[in-house]
């Protein structure tokens, strides 16, 4: 090594990194834990669909309870319930700890 390069840093100066937190698991454990509770969902049109989530199948078709759709982070309908077609679904997220 010429006098320019540091030396490589110890790797027993760094802390071991945190344990996994306890939310891992499948896509299939988190959507079976989800439903009864609040979520938020992505439509691939970017527009936000967030209330209780009812029930949901195989091809991601979700019904809603309690539904507010949100566009630009502006509530614009609410509606009692809600079903939206799988194939225009983003992703759905937990809007409530889990």
Do not use: W
């Amino acid at each position: 090594m010429d006098e320019s390069t540091p030396p490589p840093p110890d790797i027993d100066a760094y802390p071991p990194p945190p344990p996994p937190s306890a939310s891992t698991g499948t896509p299939t454990d988190f959507l079976k834990g989800v439903v009864g509770k609040k979520v938020i969902v992505r439509l691939t049109s970017g527009v936000d669909y967030r209330g209780v989530l009812s029930c949901l199948d195989g091809y991601m078709n979700i019904a809603l309870e309690q539904t507010e759709e949100h566009v630009n982070g502006v509530v614009t309908n609410r509606y009692g319930d809600a079903f939206i077609r799988g194939n225009n679904v983003l992703y759905i997220s937990a809007a409530e700890p889990l």
